[in-house]
């Protein structure tokens, strides 16, 4: 069993003028719901072995804020250029590109490619819009993430910042 997550980096500002896109940090807002949702996910005992980041500034804070909520070293996250605003399909080759003892991956990116790759993995979610900080859960029944498109899959569960903390569990 595999088990992929999900995130979506937290909200970013969009307050200096003139900042190139992959330069945008992390808002107030955004700097509150990371550290939030990666507690949440402590609290479930998700704990990836592997956390892979958009070089995005505002997904590389994002990830470095869940890594130290669920006590993953933050310099053990590896940036990874195709993450940056990645449609789905590119976003599966890098995780079928991932070693077979990595039990538990973590993927923090974008939208769209992470709602339309929520959609692919689990259609019956019909997810319009993975939020900000918004993570989403799922078990592939495989040994290999090169198999994780054709394995069988389940929501685990959907969670977003403004959410109660137990949405669309599948427990």
Do not use: F
């Not at 923090?108 to 319009?128: C, I, S, W």
């Amino acid at each position: 069993m595999k088990r992929l997550i999900l995130l979506r980096h937290a909200k970013s500002s969009w307050s200096e003028d003139g900042l190139p896109d992959s330069e945008r940090p992390l808002s107030g807002r955004g700097e509150r719901d990371a550290p939030r949702m990666g507690a949440r996910l402590h609290e479930r005992g998700t704990r990836p072995d592997l956390v892979l980041s958009s070089p995005a500034l505002r997904a590389r804070e994002t990830a470095k804020l869940v890594a130290q909520a669920i006590d993953y070293p933050v310099d053990a996250i590896r940036v990874e250029p195709s993450l940056y605003l990645a449609a789905p399909k590119e976003i599966l080759a890098l995780v079928a590109e991932q070693a077979d003892t990595v039990d538990c991956l973590l993927v923090v990116g974008h939208n769209p490619g992470l709602t339309e790759l929520t959609n692919l993995l689990l259609p019956a979610l019909n997810l319009a819009n993975l939020p900000t900080a918004g993570t989403v859960v799922l078990d592939c029944a495989t040994e290999r993430w090169a198999e994780v498109r054709a394995a069988q899959r389940h929501l685990v569960y959907y969670d977003y910042p403004k959410s109660s903390g137990a949405s669309a569990t599948a427990d």
